[in-house]
């Protein structure tokens, strides 16, 4: 069997890997294991230096890996280059703070001395989604090497190239010898690796299907999972928001990666008293997005990622047309001459519960605007969703902003007048049927260690 790598701009096969076989990659999960016996007794300075070494290789090599992305998965290359620092900037952070997250901590008790020490658990499996195929690995990456762990990555098919990358920066970076190491495999053998002897958890970005197939295989091993799934994060818009700015950000987070984001703008929740001006503000920014090849700088807006993805979202726009849903601006295929994947930016308004719209997450550049009476309706309506994601409010009352993401909004991130983004510094993860556990921050460091108690009387 072959994976294959498609380019979706013109629908052409850039390269094709051959599968490991069971025996590779059983040897491949052996020798990483071999590794972590050392590693786990690697000292945070050792961890930290490496973890230094790499972050520099990736901003050495940003416009390359940047390139890469543009051709196996559509991402206009600016957008490309801007996720590879970001990769760096979570490898400088976990370096610089690993330590301090993971000291042991005293604990008084009546022993002579007890504590909390923070201990790696072995190897990690990761299994990743093509649409930040760096991004989504090395939130995962950098703690997991910072707290001793190691890692056996499998990736999307479509983005093969970009993880053989990632295993070469980690070599050239230093570490030793299969601390981290590709598996070029499908999905139907995923569940045969996690139950493998030496895999001792696993972490999951993808659909809320894939999650749940996931998290069972996992607990039938009884082994620890993280899963950030899907979501279709509502933004609200109240009767005092600043309209030119809530218009704008929320293009930048509805168009964000080709539209392809688990975090974009999915639901506009926009208060009726200042709907039209909102929609015609928001129609215009969406407008003016520019489409066209990945490679050229003036581009916000590439392929999607696959043809059939593309097909199939034309396919729900029209569906959701037929139940009452109104489009205002896109909902067509564009007549790109020699051009494959394209989609136009889309807005639908007239969303209602009961429309297909309404409860799914729609995956791409397609926009829903649902309309509310005031702000507690808006927030009925972005709690009637069986995500829990992130979530934004647009309000010039502060007070009233954060009032509304700390105590009302149901997600793992809540944002006032900006857009949802993941960040090193702030955990990140969803709730309900977005998954559970935390990446990032001080909370991501800690999900797969061993909380190891030691009491000494």
């Known amino acids: 069997m072959t994976i294959q790598s498609v380019n979706p701009v013109t629908g052409k096969v850039i390269k094709s890997y051959k599968e490991h076989s069971w025996e590779q990659i059983d040897k491949k999960i052996a020798t990483t294991q071999t590794a972590w016996l050392k590693w786990q007794n690697s000292s945070f300075a050792e961890r930290a230096s490496l973890l230094k070494k790499t972050s520099a290789l990736l901003i050495q090599r940003k416009e390359k890996l940047a390139a890469l992305m543009a051709i196996e998965m559509g991402k206009p290359i600016k957008d490309g280059i801007a996720e590879i620092e970001k990769c760096a900037s979570v490898c400088d952070y976990y370096a610089d703070n690993g330590e301090t997250f993971l000291k042991d901590e005293l604990i008084k008790t009546e022993a002579v001395k007890s504590y909390v020490s923070f201990r790696p658990l072995g190897i990690v499996l990761a299994i990743m989604p093509w649409n930040f195929p760096y991004w989504q690995l090395f939130r995962f990456l950098a703690p997991a090497l910072m707290a001793g762990n190691c890692g056996v990555l499998k990736h999307a098919s479509n983005v093969s190239g970009c993880a053989l990358s990632i ?49 069972q295989q996992a607990a039938q091993q009884l082994k620890k999972s993280v899963l950030e799934l899907g979501g279709s994060d509502p933004y609200l818009i109240l009767a005092d928001a600043d309209l030119e700015l809530a218009a704008d950000v929320c293009a930048q987070s509805r168009l964000i990666n080709n539209g392809q984001s688990c975090i974009a703008a999915k639901r506009f929740i926009v208060v009726k008293k200042v709907e039209k001006e909102f929609v015609r503000l928001f129609k215009n920014k969406m407008a003016a997005r520019i489409t066209g090849d990945p490679f050229d700088a003036d581009t916000n807006l590439g392929p999607m990622s696959r043809l059939d993805l593309r097909d199939d979202l034309h396919e729900r726009v029209k569906e959701n047309i037929k139940a009452g849903a109104k489009c205002i601006l896109g909902g067509q295929i564009p007549d790109f001459k020699g051009r494959h994947a394209y989609y136009t930016p889309t807005i639908l308004t007239g969303i209602k519960k009961g429309m297909p719209a309404y409860e799914e997450e729609i995956f791409g550049p397609v926009a829903l605007v649902i309309s509310a009476k005031d702000t507690d309706d808006a927030v009925k309506i972005a709690n ?14 502060g007070s009233l902003g954060e009032q509304v993401a700390k105590t009302h909004l149901n997600a793992g991130s809540c944002f006032v007048n900006s857009l949802v983004k993941s960040d090193p510094r702030l955990p990140f993860g969803g709730i309900n049927q977005s998954g559970y556990g935390r990446e990032l921050g001080l909370f991501g460091i800690r999900e797969f260690v061993n909380i190891k108690t030691v009491y000494i009387k």
């Open 167 to 215: 295993e070469q920066i980690i070599k050239d970076a230093g570490f030793p010898a299969n601390v981290f190491q590709v598996l070029l495999i499908n999905s139907r053998v995923v569940k045969q690796v996690i139950a493998h002897r030496h895999i001792k958890a696993v972490t999951l970005t993808g659909s809320t299907e894939a999650g749940m197939q996931v998290a």
């Open 384 to 397: 009637d969703t069986p995500f829990g994601l992130g979530a934004a409010v647009f309000t010039k009352d």
